[in-house]
């Protein structure tokens, strides 16, 4: 896959055997607590702190939010400290001012200390690709929940092939390499919505084809919408922490 063996090959990679353990989509419902959970495994040094490249947009590094909106397109309401910003509980979703369809997207993020909570209640958000395809963001660190819905998962479709979390207040990456879907003139999948996922510089999801948008509880079908829509991260009334957030467009890479 074009970009994403580049991320790859400078990252730690998990074994190809563990991809066995990435069930298909359709062998088990929404969020069950039958589905076995990833093994742990501690990460390395990799991905926190990485550097944009030249032709990176960087949509924070440090100072405001100038390339944020909140989701009615008004002013963003997360508070910005230390160099990252904050989710407000009750202020709703941020989103990119710009669009994008396929990207490189690296984002670093931090879970609250001490952690309060469990399950999906701990240190919870999401990282929305055009705003539907979520890769979820918790405090997984030591803390069980459905398999589909720990850090890193695809939520409510694919387990992150392990748990490469670290413990709270310390500052986590996804890389991520997406694909937008294709739709024919008559609105049928041509091509379906696609992920690779490094999480502390750890692959999770190699490649993964997406059966629809994310959702709680279901498993809705995919429907009709333009190829660039914000990128957009999730209010769950936690205070998660982002910093060092960057995107290379790829679709604008293929044209030029």
Not at 75 to 80: E, G, K
Not at 138 to 156: F, H, K, P
């Amino acid at each position: 896959m074009f970009a994403s063996r580049a991320v790859v090959s400078i990252l730690s990679v998990v074994p190809l055997a563990l991809a066995a353990q990435q069930n298909p989509v359709a062998d088990w419902p929404p969020h069950s607590r039958e589905r076995p959970t990833p093994p742990t495994v501690t990460p390395g040094s990799g991905g926190v702190g990485a550097t944009p490249p030249a032709d990176a947009i960087m949509l924070f590094g440090g100072g405001q939010l100038d390339r944020w909106e909140g989701a009615d397109g008004g002013r963003p309401r997360w508070r910005v400290v230390d160099g990252a910003f904050e989710v407000v509980a009750g202020t709703g979703t941020l989103r990119t001012r710009d669009a994008f369809g396929d990207v490189q997207l690296h984002i670093e993020w931090m879970s609250p200390k001490p952690p309060r909570g469990s399950d999906q209640d701990r240190g919870n958000s999401g990282v929305f690709l055009m705003g539907r395809y979520e890769v979820q963001v918790l405090d997984s660190y030591a803390n069980v929940t459905y398999a589909d819905g720990q850090a890193a998962a695809i939520y409510g479709q694919y387990p992150p092939l392990v748990n490469a979390s670290r413990p709270p207040g310390e500052w986590q990456s996804y890389d991520i390499v997406f694909q937008r879907p294709r739709f024919d003139a008559s609105g049928r999948v041509v091509s379906p919505a696609r992920f690779t996922v490094l999480h502390n510089g750890v692959l999770v999801h190699d490649d993964v084809a997406l059966v629809g948008p994310t959702a709680h509880q279901r498993r809705p079908p995919y429907e009709v919408h333009a190829d660039r829509l914000p990128i957009a991260l999730q209010d769950h009334g936690h205070p998660v922490r982002f910093r060092n957030v960057w995107v290379r467009d790829l679709e604008l890479k293929r044209q030029s």
